[in-house]
Nanobody
Framework: QVQLVESGGGLVQAGGSLRLSCAASGVPFSIYTMGWFRQAPGKEREFVAAISWRGGRTYYADPVKGRFTISRDNPKNTLYLQMNSLKPEDTAVYYC????????????????WGQGTQVTVSS
């Protein structure tokens, strides 16, 4: 059974930082492309960042470039999203996703999804 469990969300002031984690089980994590997405209240889910199975390729949405960093620790089966210089518009539920065949890109065609972790940025 595939499980993706996000953690690390919370309340932070604008300009602050958070690091999200996504623990994977039930999949051969080291060969899966991983992604982060987010959904703000009243808005559609949107792509944030993706990383290839070895971590050599990454892709970021324009609103987070230069502020967010996606990374992975394959021996620990864990995906990370370091978020710096947070803005109120970053407030959303953040989801991780996994897929065996996708190339890191702004697509939502991932096979597996986590339940999400709330990030709230106050002004």
């Amino acid at each position: 059974q595939v499980q993706l469990v996000e953690s690390g969300g919370g309340l932070v002031q604008a300009g602050g930082s958070l690091r999200l984690s996504c623990a994977a089980s039930g999949v051969p994590f080291s060969i899966y492309t991983m992604g982060w997405f987010r959904q703000a209240p009243g808005k559609e889910r949107e792509f944030v960042a993706a990383i290839s199975w070895r971590g050599g390729r990454t892709y970021y949405a324009d609103p987070v470039k230069g502020r967010f960093t996606i990374s992975r620790d394959n021996p620990k089966n864990t995906l990370y999203l370091q978020m710096n210089s947070l803005k109120p518009e970053d407030t959303a539920v953040y989801y991780c996703a996994a897929d065996k065949y996708l190339y890191p890109s702004p697509t939502e065609k991932y096979d597996y999804w986590g339940q999400g972790t709330q990030v709230t940025v106050s002004s």
